[in-house]
């Protein structure tokens, strides 16, 4: 920083300019060291996903680049790179270029209201909540203009189904949060964590455990992955929307996938699961620093969507819609419905808190 | 205040700019050779029968319809649930009867088979 504030300073710059670097140029390091060992952690997903699915079914997953595979995803990332970018004849090009980089987008940007520890967070602002639900939100629009713009058919069916399907779990999910909102009292996700400081017995998990499920499978549709991945279903319509893409282009929504994989695990830990809190407030427990506790919880939840998709069969595409609109949001209504009437007119609101 | 929202501004522009830039990187070092089988759409190994911008499920438009109205009820939920401690007993009411008329127009919608997929 004082290279910067000194470089400024020596070229002359007007006070207001050199403030202006100072901020620009200390918010751009903040933003690179979350950046950077996020790309590796999505990286290491896809390495993750390949091996501990290679291991459940008996296999033994990538293991000749590298010591037993541990160069995989660069080898792979180098390779989609000197990949031909094909454009089809058909597609609006402008839209096709446009769309992947529409899903990283959104994908990267939520993490700056992230908290990482107590004061460990790129932006505190009290709209955190929404901001976030906004940008997941945007996401569904590289998948709508993905489809679109490819004038494929298995594309267009990919984007039309995805976009259905996305629009409905996030109703359940915008519900489920109505509750962890109703607990908190608050929109920050740094004071939402602080609500749950304390034992493992404070965490929102336990009051809040209808939405903590619906929340998390509404994740698991909204990054459409096994047992919701009909948006690809590799068996049906090869890809969806991106069967047209290949190269750079098709890195990018792979990468904003696995990196909305995370995000949806971090938010799930931050809400539910209390953060960057330990689980029990003794020694030995709390030596351990908060960020590990936090990246510890992340990476459990990032486990369940790999052995989700291991496991599961998909599902049909009605029982999809069905399970959105008949079984989620009633849940999630009847359990807002529970805490307001339990908070206002009985006296075991503090349950709830 | 508004200045805690200049890094999230910034955070989005390098978001995007991640994203051109590895597009941009795909493009310039990867070899181009296109020819026009290539090019067209891909469709189990046959010429494409019509264009792909045809007549689709109206179900998925009511499924948009119903998602901008239920959106918009969770916007109103979100200050509600917010404020809840200082809007009181007159504030869950007015809610709940609130949330009672839009759980009226779910059942209708149920009823009516608006949620059927067959």
New interface residues.
């Given amino acids: 920083m004082d290279i910067i504030d000194g470089l400024t300073a020596w070229i002359g710059l007007p006070e207001w300019l050199q403030s202006w670097v100072h901020t620009g140029s200390s918010t751009l390091i903040l933003i690179v060291t979350i950046t950077v060992p996020l790309m590796l952690a999505v990286a290491y997903l896809t390495f993750a996903e390949r091996k501990l699915i290679g291991y459940m079914q008996a296999r033994i997953g990538p293991n000749r680049v590298g010591p037993r595979g541990w160069l995989q995803p660069i080898a792979d990332a180098v390779k989609l790179m000197f990949k031909e970018i094909i454009l089809p004849t058909n597609a609006n090009k402008f839209l096709f270029i446009i769309a992947p980089i529409l899903s990283i987008g959104p994908a990267l940007a939520a993490w700056a209201v992230i908290p990482f520890d107590d004061g460990l967070v790129l932006a505190n602002v009290d709209a955190s909540l929404l901001y976030i639900l906004a940008l997941t939100s945007v996401g569904v629009y590289g998948v709508i203009i993905a489809g679109w713009a490819s004038n494929s058919k298995y594309a267009f069916l990919g984007a039309m189904r995805s976009a259905a399907q996305i629009v409905s779990y996030e109703i359940a999910m915008g519900f489920a949060l109505v509750g962890v909102l109703m607990a908190a009292g608050s929109l920050n996700l740094h004071d939402i964590v602080t609500a749950q400081s304390g034992n493992f017995t404070d965490w929102y998990i336990w009051p809040l455990f209808p939405l903590f499920l619906v929340y998390f499978i509404s994740g698991v549709a909204e990054t459409n992955r096994a047992p919701f991945d009909v948006a690809e279903g590799e068996s049906e319509i090869v890809a969806g929307f991106h069967v047209e893409y290949s190269g750079m282009t098709f890195a990018v929504f792979f990468l904003a996938e696995y990196a909305n994989i995370i995000l949806i695990s971090t938010l799930t830990a931050i809400m539910f699961l209390g953060g960057w809190h330990p689980i029990w407030d003794v020694a030995p427990f709390n030596w351990i620093p908060n960020i590990v506790w936090l990246l510890g919880k992340i990476a459990f939840f990032a486990f369940f969507f790999l052995w989700f998709r291991a496991t599961f069969p998909r599902y049909r595409y009605d029982q999809i819609m069905r399970l959105g609109w008949k079984i989620l949001i009633p849940v999630t209504l009847v359990w807002i419905i529970v805490m307001g009437s339990a908070m206002f007119l009985t006296p075991y609101g503090d349950f709830f808190h | 205040m508004l200045e805690?929202?200049?890094?999230?501004l910034?955070?989005?522009i390098?978001?995007?700019l991640?994203?051109?830039v590895?597009?941009a990187?795909?493009?310039m070092?990867?070899?181009?050779?296109?020819d026009?089988e290539?090019?067209?759409?891909?469709?189990c190994g046959f010429e494409?029968f019509e264009?792909?911008?045809m007549k689709?499920?109206v179900?998925?438009y009511l499924?948009?319809i119903?998602?901008i109205i239920?959106?918009l009820e969770?916007a109103f939920?979100?200050p509600w649930?917010?404020a809840?401690?200082e809007i009181?007993?007159f504030g869950?009411l007015a809610?709940?009867l609130f949330?009672g008329i839009l759980?009226i127009g779910?059942v209708y919608e149920?009823k009516k088979g608006a949620?059927?997929?067959?």
């Fill in positions: 805690n929202y200049l890094p999230i910034i955070f989005i390098v978001g995007v991640v994203g051109v590895m597009v990187m795909g493009a070092m990867a070899p181009n050779r296109p026009s290539k090019l067209s759409p891909y469709e494409s264009d792909t911008r689709f499920d179900r998925y499924v948009a119903l998602f239920f959106d969770i939920l979100f649930a917010v809840l401690e009181g007993m869950f809610m709940m949330l759980i779910f149920w949620l059927e997929w067959e």
